[in-house]
């Protein structure tokens, strides 16, 4: 990690130059840690690119994905991320000419917007002698905080919180059978290997008995996923109101810990990191048993962590890198799910009430 500030600098410049070529891009907006001037060595390279042309993204994302497979090559692999927040020329100039309140609104129906300006909130565009570039990115960080920007941000926070919370509470199966009665087995265990005693009446019965039992693990994944996804927006809704971003991905719960510490509100913040799966405690056992790369990766952060002197804990690092990974895993690739997730929640049935209670304290309740 000796030249980690030197290698990500020469690799912005070849990303810029490079994807600068193409034909209809205008430029980018250098954004996340490493346009604000603030990386660590795990940070990603991310551009949101302007366009004269939009027919010049699909040759801009061929460009990326064929960087990624040379840098992976070379020796030492680097995330870039153009995702999906990518803007013309023309819709610049539109909303720096209708201002915050007209910002306030698009972001409420389009996501690009939405994610894109926090982002690039403090960033610094690919070319400091483009005065739209330059213009765009001092305006995105002057109004990313305007009230009336703030005020769309929370509410539509809100709305996925309760959303979720709501889809969840669907999902999740009653806990009790609707008899309310459960007979318990008794007697010796039948021999498996004779079938001649079996009653088709009851091997149907059994039969729709392990169905039933499927469907409610099922519900009981899904209804925990959507849980989650509730109390990270939860967790939004907070860090909003108190004027504040969270950033990084794979350091995101220590920080928001921090800034719950410095608001005065850890002990609603602790509730939330439980309720999503991010608690210190309900990971340290996890992270011991995910597979082998999120191990790595575990390590990496720490040390990465520790080379710029951030204040964190290893059991607070490894409870970052479960946490996020569980997001990706579940949204993206859940062959890769395992007992590291904790899917479902065994905690299931209380933790949903207790995020009922919390949607009533921060989001005006279900």
């Known amino acids: 990690m ?18 600068g070529r193409v034909p209809g891009v205008r430029g980018f907006l250098i954004g996340g840690s490493l346009g604000r001037g603030d990386p660590w060595p795990m940070s990603d390279i991310d551009l949101l690119p302007v366009y004269d042309d939009p027919a010049a993204d699909d040759p801009v994302r061929r460009g990326q994905l064929e960087m990624v497979d040379w840098w992976a090559g070379s020796g030492l692999a680097q995330s870039l991320d153009l995702s999906w927040l990518s803007f013309t020329t023309a819709e610049v ?8 309140e007209a910002l306030a609104a698009t972001i409420t129906g389009d996501r690009r917007w939405f994610h894109g300006i926090d982002k690039a909130y403090g960033g610094r565009p690919s070319d400091p002698a483009d005065d739209l570039l330059s213009g765009f990115a001092a305006w995105i960080t002057s109004n990313r905080f305007h009230p009336a920007v703030v005020a769309a941000r929370i509410a539509e926070w809100r709305r996925q919180a309760v959303a979720a919370a709501e889809a969840a509470f669907a999902a999740a199966p009653p806990v009790i059978a ?30 729709s008995g392990v169905a039933a039992a499927a469907e409610g693990a099922r519900r009981r994944r899904e209804a925990t996923f959507l849980m989650r996804e509730s109390a990270r927006a939860l967790r939004m809704v907070m860090v909003e109101s108190w004027g504040e971003r969270l950033g990084s991905m794979g350091r995101e719960w220590t920080r928001f810990e921090r800034m719950a510490d ?13 309720l999503a799966g991010a608690d210190v405690p309900g990971t340290a056992g996890r992270a011991e048993v995910a597979p082998l790369w999120l191990r790595e ?14 204040p964190v804990t290893e059991a607070q690092n490894a409870r970052d890198q479960v946490a996020a990974y569980v997001v990706h895993v579940t949204r993206h690739r859940p062959d890769l799910d395992g007992p590291w997730t904790a899917t479902p929640d065994p905690d299931l049935d209380a933790h949903l009430l207790d995020l009922r209670r919390v ?3 921060l989001a005006g309740g279900v």
Do not use: Y
């Open 93 to 100: 100039r539109a909303a720096m000419a209708a201002g915050p």
């Open 262 to 274: 410095q608001h005065g509100h850890r002990a609603t913040a602790d509730r939330i990191a439980v």
């Open 2 to 19: 000796k030249h980690w500030r030197e290698l990500k600098e020469d690799r912005l410049r070849e990303a810029i130059t490079v994807l």
């Open 359 to 361: 949607i009533e304290e």
């Open 178 to 207: 609707p008899d309310g009665v459960a007979a318990p087995f008794s007697g010796p265990l039948p021999d498996a290997t004779d079938t001649s005693r079996i009653n088709p009446d009851l091997q149907a019965d059994a039969e």
């Open 297 to 310: 990766r575990v390590t990496l952060c720490w040390q990465a962590r520790q080379a710029v002197g951030e």
